[in-house]
């Protein structure tokens, strides 16, 4: 089973990614649930949101206390004392929403891969001021064979209608052709 952990701020589009890579990992014949976590929390504070994606039936139905995978929409959420790695399965890739490379994120042992992308360079170029969640999906589809980008494409198009939804999987797609993979 692949457990999943996002972190964000509200307002980024966290929950909604969630869903839509649960959508994703169902069109791929997959089991997968999406838990949000709300609060009481005003945009820009910080979030966070979970899925779990397995090829049987997952019968648990909590938030996830031991990620394989980290999910960080905000490089300042580490910065401002946030544990983006606390608890981390061995193992663990993280995806990042940045332009730099992270090496600091590899300091937690369990880290062995980590993807870092610039959705918001690529939301912004292609689609203008809106969430970078889509094309932090792209990143999620390079990461492993959790989910394909096929499936990326057609849960986002799903969920967002029209040339809203085309751009959306088009800042997804070159996400994930333009993120940088580092393992250990």
Not at 95 to 116: A, L, P, Q
């Amino acid at each position: 089973m692949r457990e999943i952990k996002f972190y964000a701020r509200g307002g980024q589009g966290a929950v909604t990614a969630s869903k839509v890579l649960v959508q994703s990992a169902i069109f791929d014949g997959k089991f997968a649930q999406s838990i949000p976590s709300y609060g009481q929390e005003r945009q820009g504070a910080p979030i966070f949101c979970f899925a779990r994606i397995d090829d049987e039936y997952i019968p648990t139905k909590s938030y996830v206390d031991e990620p394989d995978c980290v999910i960080v929409f905000d490089t300042g959420l580490k910065q401002s004392g946030i544990d983006v790695l606390e608890n981390l399965k061995e193992g663990a890739t993280i995806v990042v929403n940045s332009h730099m490379k992270m090496k600091e994120y590899f300091d937690n042992e369990n880290v062995k891969t980590i993807i870092s992308v610039d959705a918001n360079q690529i939301t912004s170029d292609i689609i203008g001021d809106v969430p970078p969640n889509m094309a932090i999906l792209g990143a999620i589809a390079k990461a492993d064979d959790t989910v394909s980008i096929d499936s990326i494409y057609k849960a986002i198009q799903t969920k967002i209608k029209g040339r809203a939804g085309e751009l959306n999987a088009e800042s997804a797609r070159k996400a994930y052709e333009t993120a940088k993979i580092y393992k250990r």
